[in-house]
């Protein structure tokens, strides 16, 4: 992507030191990541995760909302750009990128679009959803209306899950950002409520096509930037594939179970953002149909 003339976005923070754990037990912290809260992208360690709460026969539908509220963990915030790294500064530019397109998405129809922040944090950090561990991946938490990323997931992106380029990265943080979008619309809110009154087959449905139109808003954001260069699309179409529910399970040794599906297929997610891709049209991205 051409993001060389991008402007950074100024919506960030970083956080140091360690993070003091999910506090409030499993529904005060994962309780909240899971399955609400939008993406967890880095999904390979999520479906770590889910397997184990699996193996302690747990629901993690059971625990959204949970005991417990927002973890007081012991870390400091800067919000100073001259100590960022090159990659939170590109990740910077990316981020300004989403609120450019999706500030004039909201002012064409006759809205105003409320960014949202960036908070990098390095292994453990302090989210208003718990706590934030590299393991869980990017995430967004509507409880701050903040995206939480370790940027080293990038590296996990491309040699974990084979999805190199500047583009697959981009893709993560905009996925994110859709998230955010979802928020706004109070998509999240709606699935949230409805997520508590069904079972655990029909909530994790319902979370892929949270997942699915995300994946779709990011293609959204992508044809309209105008910067996309030869090799995106296929940067990105790797990604989708790799992060896919079926290819994870796959990859963990286990037979693929529609059932118990968070994000979606790899063609699922394919397909969606490539919608999204081609039409640059967030009026094109309505998972819920159906």
């Keep these: 992507m051409r993001l060389d003339n991008e402007q950074e976005s100024s919506n960030f923070e970083v956080q140091s030191g360690r993070g003091g754990g999910f506090g409030g037990g499993l529904g005060g912290g994962l309780g909240m990541l899971l399955p609400f809260i939008g993406s967890r992208f880095g999904c390979g360690g999520i479906v770590v995760v889910l397997i184990i709460l699996a193996v302690m026969g747990v629901n993690p539908l059971s625990l959204v909302g949970g005991g417990g509220g927002p973890v007081q963990q012991n870390a400091e915030v800067s919000r100073d750009p001259q100590k960022l790294t090159d990659i939170q ?59 939480y990323l370790d940027t080293d997931f990038f590296t996990e992106l491309r040699q974990r899950f084979g999805a190199p380029g500047d583009f697959a990265q981009a893709y993560v943080i905009a996925h994110e950002v859709g998230h955010h979008v979802q928020d706004l619309e109070g998509t999240l809110r709606q699935v949230n409520q409805r997520q508590r009154a069904v079972n655990e087959a029909e909530g994790n449905a319902l979370q892929v096509r949270v997942e699915l139109q995300a994946d779709c808003y990011a293609g959204v954001w992508a044809k309209r930037t105008g910067l996309m260069e030869a090799g995106d699309l296929e940067e990105g179409m790797t990604a989708a594939q790799a992060i896919g529910d079926d290819t994870l399970q796959k990859a963990a040794g286990r037979r693929p179970v529609p059932e118990s599906f968070t994000h979606g297929s790899s063609e699922q997610r394919m397909q969606w953002l490539r919608k999204g891709l081609a039409s640059g049209d967030p009026a094109q991205c309505d998972t819920f149909k159906g």
């Design 89 to 147: 500064h590109w990740s910077l530019r990316v981020l300004g990128s989403t609120e450019r397109v999706w500030g004039q998405i909201f002012s064409e129809a006759g809205q105003q679009y409320r960014p949202t922040v960036l908070s990098f944090y390095s292994q453990n950090g302090a989210s208003g959803c718990g706590a934030a561990q590299s393991a869980m991946g990017p995430f967004y938490c509507p409880n701050d209306q903040k995206i």
